[in-house]
Every structure is written in structure tokens, then in C-alpha cells.
């Protein structure tokens, strides 16, 4: 065990899955596919589950030799145009362009010896969301069926939600490059099956109309209308013979419907999805940005037990054809300096202090991680031939991990990379290693085992070891 601390399913589950039994809540079908991972999750857990973990992705892979892991010492071209600052932590210095962070050094740990060695994005991608190696050559970026089960997807599978609400959440949007048909890959069931999805919140959390879809009654449905669609499913069900395999699909689909009126009356009950009781103080500590007002979300759904929250990074720079996202091709120290780093400094510091201001922050951990690091060398070309004089390259043999919370101590830098910040020089940490600490965190055995349907066989949730000295 590394050291950062102190069954296939039945026919009849799958024909039941196709049922549109749930229409009688007033929901349509896209709904009703996110509503199933809420209802059919297992919960074999090696503990009960009473923790939480927020999973941020930071797509695009974000300079690690900027901003965490910088090298004064290195020469002009690799070491770049930033300073490093002091943090509220002896003898850790962080980027210029952090202060906010610099000051919450003392709750995170820079994981800065992360290493895989795939550096297409789409596969880098489901290596960090799936915590495999992919499984085939690195010629898109885009899903496919054979993709392994993202880790929320596992979790909505095997973790556990004492609450109704579903155990694993995934907002604001599915990682997808503008111009492309398909979600990146490795996000989703993939080859466990699609119906096993996390719980997908879509939409922009800023905005003042903001709702979830499937977590209320339709408009047209009023309680009293729906009371009267349940009495006459009761009076249905009764004349049904539950001995015939169609009443046990009929079992299974009321088992269905129960799961999504439970978790349509909790969201309300609890309000959960909602920003709409923040006050203003608390929104403007997370900045009224869409990744900020995303971690206010992910805050409100860890109150609320859920025990995985995947937040995946989204701005504006999505429509740079050659550099979007963290992905900085060209103009690299600019895009870092005014459009990137500000904007997760001020949310991700904000998100920190509400948790441990909060208490949360003891049981919650937190993750923050892109699919790689950037080229050592500026302007080396490694991958990506667009890449300019101005910008890094992509670099997947080392990077750096934010983990915080959950048992994790902060205030100290896990891991080491050699003196150009290109190579891992102490305590390698692999994506199936970060993986398998989530979900020892969570309390999720990692050798369990789903059906494979690309395979058809059984496959292990995770062949990682978990960092356990982190603490």
C-alpha cells in the first residue's frame, strides 16, 4: 500500500431499465436515465459510508511548473516568466498568481508526483476519470462504448446515500472540446453499462433561473394529480401476478419508481440543488463564476450526504481554438495570469475555507486534478503540433494533485520531481493509486467486480494501491 495519510446484471433488471414505469411521475426519458443510477445503486461498502469526496477536474491539463511545483533555479526556459510566493506554510511557495490558495496552504497537500504516460487528451482523460490505463490506441478524444466506468460511476454504483439523493453527482457538463459530437471519454458506465451514469446536473449555476431537471414535479403535475397516478398504479399493481416474470419486472420497476419519488421528495424536502438560500456573502466568497457557483453547489450536495461530487472545470476560453480551457498551447503565461489562474484562486480558496469554516471539511475530500501536466521546456513540441514559441505542450510524466481534507494533512508537499520538473524523483502516484484512495475514503472495496460487457467478464473496481501516508 502506497503511504498520503495519518456481478453482472440480470436480463430482467435490463428489460426492467427499458420499462417507462417512472413516466406516471410526470418525467420524460432523459430524466428518466439520470434518475437510474439513483435507483438501482448496490451498496456493498466495506464500512457505512458517512464521508464525501469532491472530485474537480481541471480539463485541459494545467501547468503544474507554474503554479505548484515551480523551478526557480531551472533555467529561463524551463522556469518561465512567474515568481513564486511565500504560503501561510514554512518552506512551500506556490505561483504568483495564487495569493488567495497561498493563504489556505495549511488546508491542501500538493500531490506533485503524479505520473501516467498517455498524452492524447481524450485517453489521458479516462485514465484520471477511470483510474485505468486505456484500453486502446490514442486516436480520439472522444467516448466510445469500451471506455472503462468513470470513478463516478462506480460510486453511483457501489457507494451508498443515506438521504434518497443519488451517490454520485457529476455538474455542471460532461468534459467535451467545442466542435465535437461526443463527451470526452471515460466519463460515464462506458463498458460497465450506461445505465450505471452518475446523476448529471447541467446547466450554469450562476444564472438566477438555474434548476435541475427530474428533481421536481413537472409544471402541469401537481401533487394532487400525482397522488391520484400513484393510487391508480396501487389498484394496477394489485391486479397484476407477481408469480409470472413479469410481475417480478413489475417488482423491480415499483422498486424503480419508489427510488426516483424519493429522491424528487428529498431534493425538495432538503432543497439541495439550490442556490437560492445562499446568501450573498458566502456567493461572493466562491466568485460569480461558473466553476465558483459549481463548488457552492458541490458544498450543499456534501451537506446533504452524497458521497461523491464530480465538478468539472468550464469558462469561457472553451472557444480558443488552439488553447482552450488549461490547455495552453500558445500564450501561456498571459492565459495563466488573467483568465485562469484568478479564477480558480478565488473559487477553489473560497470552497476550502466555507468547508472547514463548516466542519466539512474533516470528512470531505477534496481533489483537484487535470489529465496531465505542461511541458518542462516552453515551446517544446511533444504532442500537439499547433504548439507555439509561447506555450507548453502536453506532459503526462509528471504533474501535480491538489488533495485535501478527509484525513489528508495540509500544509506539505507529497512527492518530488527532478530538478526541471519533468520526471518523478520520489513516490510515484498513478491515476489507479489516487483512485483507490478516494475510494478507500469512501469505504467502497476496491476488489469488487462488475461485468464487463465489452470483455464479458468480470473486471476489479480498481487496480490501484491507495496512498495511505498522506496524513
Not at 409544471?219 to 389498484?235: M, P
Not at 460487457?453 to 476489479?460: H, K, S, T
Request: proline share 6%; glycine share 10%; aromatic share 8%.
Amino acid at each position: 500500500m502506497l503511504s498520503l495519510f495519518a456481478d453482472q446484471p440480470t436480463l430482467a433488471r435490463r428489460k426492467c431499465l427499458q420499462i417507462g414505469g417512472l413516466s406516471l411521475l410526470g418525467l420524460n426519458t432523459p430524466q428518466l436515465q439520470q434518475l437510474r443510477a439513483a435507483t438501482l445503486a448496490q451498496t456493498p461498502t466495506t464500512q457505512p459510508r458517512a464521508k464525501s469526496c469532491v472530485f474537480i477536474f481541471l480539463f485541459g491539463g494545467p501547468s503544474h511548473i507554474d503554479m505548484w511545483d515551480m523551478k526557480p533555479e531551472a533555467p529561463l526556459e524551463v522556469r518561465g516568466e512567474f515568481q513564486s510566493i511565500a504560503t501561510n506554510v514554512p518552506d512551500i511557495r506556490i505561483g504568483e498568481h495564487l495569493p488567495l490558495l497561498s493563504q489556505q496552504m495549511d488546508k491542501f497537500c500538493l500531490l506533485r508526483s503524479m505520473t501516467h504516460k498517455m498524452s492524447v487528451h481524450g485517453p489521458a482523460c479516462s485514465e484520471i476519470y477511470s483510474g485505468r490505463p486505456y484500453f486502446g490506441p490514442p486516436v480520439t478524444d472522444q467516448a466510445l462504448p469500451e471506455d472503462w466506468p468513470s470513478i463516478a460511476s462506480m460510486v453511483a454504483r457501489y457507494g451508498q446515500s443515506t438521504t434518497g439523493l443519488p451517490a454520485s453527482v457529476v455538474l455542471p457538463w460532461y468534459t467535451q472540446f467545442v466542435g465535437q459530437d461526443k463527451r470526452i471519454a471515460g466519463q460515464t458506465g462506458g463498458r460497465m453499462g450506461e445505465h450505471w451514469n452518475p446523476f448529471l446536473i447541467r446547466g450554469d449555476p450562476r444564472k438566477q433561473d438555474f434548476q435541475v431537471e427530474g428533481v421536481r414535479f413537472p409544471q402541469e403535475v401537481t401533487r394532487s394529480r400525482f397522488d391520484r397516478r400513484r393510487d391508480l398504479r396501487q389498484q394496477l399493481g394489485k391486479l397484476s401476478d407477481r408469480r409470472t416474470d413479469a410481475g417480478e419486472l413489475a417488482e423491480l420497476v415499483d422498486t424503480n419508481y419508489a427510488g426516483a419519488l424519493r429522491l424528487v421528495e428529498t431534493s425538495q424536502a432538503t432543497n439541495a440543488f439550490s442556490l437560492s438560500e445562499e446568501p450573498t456573502a458566502i456567493r461572493d466568497l466562491y466568485g460569480r463564476t461558473k466553476f465558483g457557483q459549481s463548488l457552492l453547489l458541490a458544498r450543499r450536495l456534501v451537506e446533504n450526504d452524497i458521497p461523491l461530487v464530480t465538478v468539472n472545470w468550464d469558462d469561457e476560453t472553451k472557444y480558443d481554438k488552439v488553447s482552450p480551457h488549461w490547455d495552453t498551447h500558445h500564450q501561456n503565461f498571459p492565459k495563466l495570469k488573467n483568465d485562469l489562474c484568478p479564477l480558480f484562486d478565488h473559487a477553489f480558496a473560497g470552497f476550502l475555507q466555507d468547508l472547514d469554516q463548516r466542519g466539512l471539511l474533516e470528512t470531505t475530500m477534496v481533489v483537484a486534478l487535470g489529465e496531465f501536466g505542461r511541458t518542462p521546456k516552453i515551446g517544446l513540441v511533444t504532442q500537439n503540433g499547433m504548439t507555439e514559441k509561447t506555450g507548453r505542450d502536453h506532459w503526462p510524466h509528471a504533474f501535480t494533485a491538489l488533495v485535501a481534507g478527509g484525513g489528508v494533512r495540509g500544509g506539505q508537499a507529497y512527492g518530488a520531481t527532478t530538478s526541471n520538473g519533468g520526471y518523478i524523483a520520489d513516490k510515484p502516484v498513478t491515476p489507479a493509486d489516487l483512485t483507490a484512495t478516494v475510494f478507500k475514503h469512501l469505504g467502497i472495496d476496491s476488489s469488487l467486480t462488475y461485468y464487463d460487457e465489452f470483455q464479458r467478464g468480470q473486471q476489479q473496481l480498481c487496480v490501484g494501491r491507495a496512498v495511505s501516508d498522506l496524513g
